[in-house]
Protein backbone atom coordinates (compact mmCIF):
# COMPACT_ATOMS: atom_id res chain seq x y z
CA UNK A 1 0.00 0.00 0.00
CA UNK A 2 1.78 3.25 -1.43
CA UNK A 3 1.87 6.22 1.64
CA UNK A 4 -0.47 8.61 -0.07
CA UNK A 5 -3.35 5.70 0.16
CA UNK A 6 -2.43 4.82 3.98
CA UNK A 7 -3.02 7.88 4.74
CA UNK A 8 -6.22 8.73 3.20
CA UNK A 9 -7.25 5.56 4.83
CA UNK A 10 -5.98 6.56 8.15
CA UNK A 11 -7.71 10.01 7.31
CA UNK A 12 -11.05 8.30 6.91
CA UNK A 13 -11.32 6.48 9.31
CA UNK A 14 -10.39 9.35 11.41
CA UNK A 15 -13.32 11.25 9.98
CA UNK A 16 -15.69 7.90 10.23
CA UNK A 17 -15.17 7.83 14.14
CA UNK A 18 -13.82 4.15 14.08
CA UNK A 19 -10.12 2.92 13.82
CA UNK A 20 -8.48 1.77 10.93
CA UNK A 21 -8.42 -1.76 10.87
CA UNK A 22 -5.54 -2.38 8.02
CA UNK A 23 -5.87 -5.97 6.17
CA UNK A 24 -3.43 -8.56 7.18
CA UNK A 25 -1.03 -9.69 4.52
CA UNK A 26 0.93 -13.08 4.44
CA UNK A 27 4.10 -11.33 5.72
CA UNK A 28 2.54 -10.07 9.04
CA UNK A 29 1.93 -13.87 9.93
CA UNK A 30 5.64 -14.63 8.88
CA UNK A 31 7.99 -16.22 6.48
CA UNK A 32 9.24 -19.63 4.91
CA UNK A 33 11.98 -17.84 2.58
CA UNK A 34 14.03 -16.64 5.81
CA UNK A 35 17.32 -17.94 6.38
CA UNK A 36 17.51 -21.17 8.93
CA UNK A 37 18.35 -20.14 12.70
CA UNK A 38 21.51 -21.56 13.86
CA UNK A 39 20.85 -24.68 16.29
CA UNK A 40 17.20 -24.04 15.80
CA UNK A 41 14.68 -25.97 13.03
CA UNK A 42 12.89 -22.42 12.64
CA UNK A 43 13.06 -20.50 10.06
CA UNK A 44 13.42 -16.30 10.97
CA UNK A 45 10.25 -15.09 11.48
CA UNK A 46 9.02 -18.70 10.47
CA UNK A 47 5.41 -18.44 9.89
CA UNK A 48 4.44 -22.20 11.54
CA UNK A 49 6.71 -21.43 14.87
CA UNK A 50 4.18 -22.05 17.43
CA UNK A 51 2.68 -19.03 19.18
CA UNK A 52 3.11 -18.47 22.89
CA UNK A 53 0.00 -19.50 25.54
CA UNK A 54 -1.31 -16.22 26.16
CA UNK A 55 -2.12 -15.66 30.06
CA UNK A 56 -3.31 -12.76 31.84
CA UNK A 57 -0.50 -10.61 33.91
CA UNK A 58 -1.20 -10.34 37.81
CA UNK A 59 -3.38 -7.10 38.34
CA UNK A 60 -0.41 -4.97 40.15
CA UNK A 61 3.12 -5.69 40.19
CA UNK A 62 3.99 -8.94 42.45
CA UNK A 63 0.72 -10.26 41.84
CA UNK A 64 0.49 -13.85 40.54
CA UNK A 65 -0.11 -13.98 37.12
CA UNK A 66 -2.96 -16.52 35.84
CA UNK A 67 -1.15 -19.77 35.21
CA UNK A 68 0.72 -19.41 38.52
CA UNK A 69 -0.39 -21.67 41.66
CA UNK A 70 -1.01 -19.12 44.61
CA UNK A 71 1.01 -20.92 47.82
CA UNK A 72 0.04 -18.65 49.71
CA UNK A 73 -2.53 -15.51 49.39
CA UNK A 74 -3.27 -14.23 52.73
CA UNK A 75 -5.58 -16.11 54.64
CA UNK A 76 -4.53 -20.27 55.22
CA UNK A 77 -1.12 -22.28 55.06
CA UNK A 78 -3.64 -25.42 53.25
CA UNK A 79 -0.34 -25.65 50.77
CA UNK A 80 1.65 -25.79 53.83
CA UNK A 81 3.18 -28.47 55.84
CA UNK A 82 4.88 -28.14 59.31
CA UNK A 83 8.52 -30.37 59.95
CA UNK A 84 8.98 -30.45 63.43
CA UNK A 85 12.20 -30.30 65.02
CA UNK A 86 15.06 -32.76 67.16
CA UNK A 87 12.74 -35.74 68.29
CA UNK A 88 10.13 -34.75 65.89
CA UNK A 89 12.70 -34.23 63.17
CA UNK A 90 11.66 -35.54 59.76
CA UNK A 91 8.02 -36.12 61.07
CA UNK A 92 5.40 -33.78 60.27
CA UNK A 93 3.76 -31.87 63.60
CA UNK A 94 0.62 -29.46 64.13
CA UNK A 95 1.15 -26.22 62.20
CA UNK A 96 2.25 -23.51 64.33
CA UNK A 97 3.59 -21.05 62.41
CA UNK A 98 0.16 -17.84 62.84
CA UNK A 99 -1.68 -16.45 59.87
CA UNK A 100 -2.65 -12.70 60.51
CA UNK A 101 -3.22 -9.40 58.43
CA UNK A 102 -2.17 -11.27 55.70
CA UNK A 103 0.64 -12.65 56.36
CA UNK A 104 1.93 -15.22 58.32
CA UNK A 105 4.87 -15.81 61.06
CA UNK A 106 7.28 -18.14 62.32
CA UNK A 107 6.71 -19.61 65.33
CA UNK A 108 10.22 -19.62 66.78
CA UNK A 109 11.32 -22.80 67.38
CA UNK A 110 8.37 -25.16 66.17
CA UNK A 111 9.63 -26.21 62.79
CA UNK A 112 10.37 -25.69 59.48
CA UNK A 113 7.28 -24.95 56.91
CA UNK A 114 7.44 -27.09 53.50
CA UNK A 115 4.81 -27.01 50.72
CA UNK A 116 2.69 -29.98 50.31
CA UNK A 117 3.53 -30.02 46.38
CA UNK A 118 6.70 -30.90 45.06
CA UNK A 119 8.91 -28.75 42.26
CA UNK A 120 11.50 -28.40 40.02
CA UNK A 121 12.34 -25.91 37.48
CA UNK A 122 10.19 -23.17 38.60
CA UNK A 123 9.72 -19.41 38.86
CA UNK A 124 9.07 -18.25 42.67
CA UNK A 125 7.37 -14.95 44.02
CA UNK A 126 7.97 -14.47 47.55
CA UNK A 127 7.70 -11.63 50.29
CA UNK A 128 9.48 -11.53 53.15
CA UNK A 129 9.93 -8.88 56.53
CA UNK A 130 12.52 -9.56 59.26
CA UNK A 131 10.99 -8.34 62.87
CA UNK A 132 10.70 -4.72 63.39
CA UNK A 133 11.85 -5.03 66.75
CA UNK A 134 15.66 -5.45 66.17
CA UNK A 135 18.00 -8.13 68.47
CA UNK A 136 20.48 -10.11 67.90
CA UNK A 137 23.79 -9.36 65.53
CA UNK A 138 25.22 -11.01 62.25
CA UNK A 139 23.17 -14.23 61.32
CA UNK A 140 21.48 -13.88 65.05
CA UNK A 141 19.33 -10.69 63.84
CA UNK A 142 15.76 -12.01 61.66
CA UNK A 143 17.35 -15.06 60.27
CA UNK A 144 15.41 -17.54 57.50
CA UNK A 145 15.65 -18.90 54.37
CA UNK A 146 14.19 -19.68 51.63
CA UNK A 147 15.02 -23.84 50.51
CA UNK A 148 14.65 -24.15 46.89
CA UNK A 149 14.13 -28.49 46.75
CA UNK A 150 14.34 -28.34 50.24
CA UNK A 151 18.10 -28.37 50.15
CA UNK A 152 19.15 -24.89 48.22
CA UNK A 153 19.17 -21.92 50.63
CA UNK A 154 18.59 -18.32 49.65
CA UNK A 155 19.38 -16.81 52.76
CA UNK A 156 16.33 -14.22 54.37
CA UNK A 157 18.15 -12.02 56.79
CA UNK A 158 17.84 -8.71 58.44
CA UNK A 159 21.15 -7.53 56.58
CA UNK A 160 19.85 -3.88 57.20
CA UNK A 161 23.41 -2.20 58.95
CA UNK A 162 24.22 -6.11 59.80
CA UNK A 163 27.70 -7.01 59.38
CA UNK A 164 27.62 -10.49 58.98
CA UNK A 165 29.97 -12.67 56.43
CA UNK A 166 28.81 -11.86 53.22
CA UNK A 167 27.69 -15.18 51.90
CA UNK A 168 25.60 -15.65 54.62
CA UNK A 169 23.46 -11.93 53.74
CA UNK A 170 20.10 -11.48 52.74
CA UNK A 171 19.74 -12.67 48.97
CA UNK A 172 22.94 -14.58 49.29
CA UNK A 173 23.29 -18.62 48.14
CA UNK A 174 24.22 -19.98 51.58
CA UNK A 175 27.82 -20.54 52.07
CA UNK A 176 28.30 -19.77 48.33
CA UNK A 177 27.67 -16.94 46.78
CA UNK A 178 26.84 -13.16 48.23
CA UNK A 179 24.67 -11.10 46.54
CA UNK A 180 25.59 -8.60 44.07
CA UNK A 181 23.99 -5.65 45.69
CA UNK A 182 22.11 -5.51 49.01
CA UNK A 183 19.29 -3.81 48.33
CA UNK A 184 17.61 -4.69 51.74
CA UNK A 185 14.70 -2.72 52.86
CA UNK A 186 14.66 -1.69 56.86
CA UNK A 187 13.69 -3.92 59.41
CA UNK A 188 9.90 -4.84 59.67
CA UNK A 189 9.33 -3.35 55.93
CA UNK A 190 8.53 -5.82 53.01
CA UNK A 191 11.10 -7.02 50.53
CA UNK A 192 10.17 -9.41 47.67
CA UNK A 193 12.20 -12.11 46.31
CA UNK A 194 11.45 -13.30 42.16
CA UNK A 195 13.66 -16.58 41.64
CA UNK A 196 14.37 -18.27 38.99
CA UNK A 197 15.07 -21.46 39.80
CA UNK A 198 16.74 -24.75 37.04
CA UNK A 199 17.27 -27.57 39.50
CA UNK A 200 20.21 -29.51 39.03
CA UNK A 201 20.03 -32.77 36.43
CA UNK A 202 21.34 -36.54 37.14
CA UNK A 203 21.21 -39.19 35.10
CA UNK A 204 21.26 -42.26 37.97
CA UNK A 205 23.93 -41.53 39.83
CA UNK A 206 25.83 -38.65 37.57
CA UNK A 207 25.13 -35.08 38.15
CA UNK A 208 24.47 -33.90 34.33
CA UNK A 209 23.88 -30.28 35.35
CA UNK A 210 24.19 -28.70 38.32
CA UNK A 211 21.48 -26.25 39.56
CA UNK A 212 21.03 -22.25 38.43
CA UNK A 213 19.46 -19.44 40.51
CA UNK A 214 18.69 -15.97 39.32
CA UNK A 215 17.34 -13.75 42.08
CA UNK A 216 15.52 -10.22 41.57
CA UNK A 217 15.66 -8.83 45.31
CA UNK A 218 13.16 -5.75 45.55
CA UNK A 219 13.19 -5.66 41.58
CA UNK A 220 17.37 -6.02 41.46
CA UNK A 221 19.33 -8.46 39.79
CA UNK A 222 21.75 -9.78 43.09
CA UNK A 223 22.08 -13.39 41.85
CA UNK A 224 22.72 -13.52 38.17
CA UNK A 225 22.09 -17.31 36.42
CA UNK A 226 24.80 -18.18 39.31
CA UNK A 227 25.71 -21.94 39.57
CA UNK A 228 25.56 -23.76 42.75
CA UNK A 229 28.14 -26.02 43.90
CA UNK A 230 25.61 -28.45 45.56
CA UNK A 231 23.32 -28.09 48.81
CA UNK A 232 24.08 -25.29 50.63
CA UNK A 233 25.75 -25.89 54.54
CA UNK A 234 27.07 -24.21 57.36
CA UNK A 235 31.13 -24.30 57.28
CA UNK A 236 31.17 -27.19 54.59
CA UNK A 237 30.96 -27.44 50.50
CA UNK A 238 28.07 -29.69 49.87
CA UNK A 239 27.94 -32.10 46.92
CA UNK A 240 25.35 -33.41 45.01
CA UNK A 241 23.62 -36.33 46.00
CA UNK A 242 20.14 -37.63 43.33
CA UNK A 243 16.67 -36.10 43.57
CA UNK A 244 14.04 -35.62 42.02
CA UNK A 245 11.61 -32.48 42.72
CA UNK A 246 10.78 -31.45 46.01
CA UNK A 247 8.98 -29.40 48.50
CA UNK A 248 9.95 -25.06 48.70
CA UNK A 249 10.96 -24.97 52.41
CA UNK A 250 10.93 -22.05 54.74
CA UNK A 251 13.65 -22.11 57.53
CA UNK A 252 12.45 -21.57 60.83
CA UNK A 253 16.08 -20.42 62.39
CA UNK A 254 14.09 -19.17 65.56
CA UNK A 255 13.05 -16.02 64.72
CA UNK A 256 9.41 -14.15 63.58
CA UNK A 257 10.15 -13.19 60.55
CA UNK A 258 6.98 -12.58 58.09
CA UNK A 259 5.92 -13.91 54.81
CA UNK A 260 3.38 -13.19 52.72
CA UNK A 261 2.39 -13.42 48.72
CA UNK A 262 3.73 -16.32 47.82
CA UNK A 263 3.20 -17.85 44.22
CA UNK A 264 5.27 -20.33 41.78
CA UNK A 265 5.12 -21.10 38.02
CA UNK A 266 6.25 -24.14 36.31
CA UNK A 267 8.64 -22.79 33.65
CA UNK A 268 7.46 -23.82 30.19
CA UNK A 269 10.25 -25.09 26.90
CA UNK A 270 9.97 -22.85 24.02
CA UNK A 271 7.71 -23.53 21.01
CA UNK A 272 5.38 -26.09 23.15
CA UNK A 273 3.10 -23.61 24.21
MG1 LIG B 1 18.88 -18.88 57.01
Redesign the pocket.
Known sequence: MNRTLTRSLYAAALLAGGALVAQQTSHDLGFKDTPILPGQPWHVHDSDRPHPRVITPGSTPGAPPSDAIVLFDGHDLSKWVQRGRRADRGKLVELKWKVENGYFEIAPHSGDLMTRDYFGDCQLHIEWASPEVVRGNSQARG???VYMMSRY?I???DSYNNPTYADGSAGAI?GQWPPLVNPVRKPGEWNTYDIVWEAPKFEGQKLTRPAYLTLLFNGVVVQNHKELDGPTLYRAVGSYQPHGDAPILL?D?GYPVRFRNIWIRKIGEYDKP
Open positions: NSGEQVLYQH
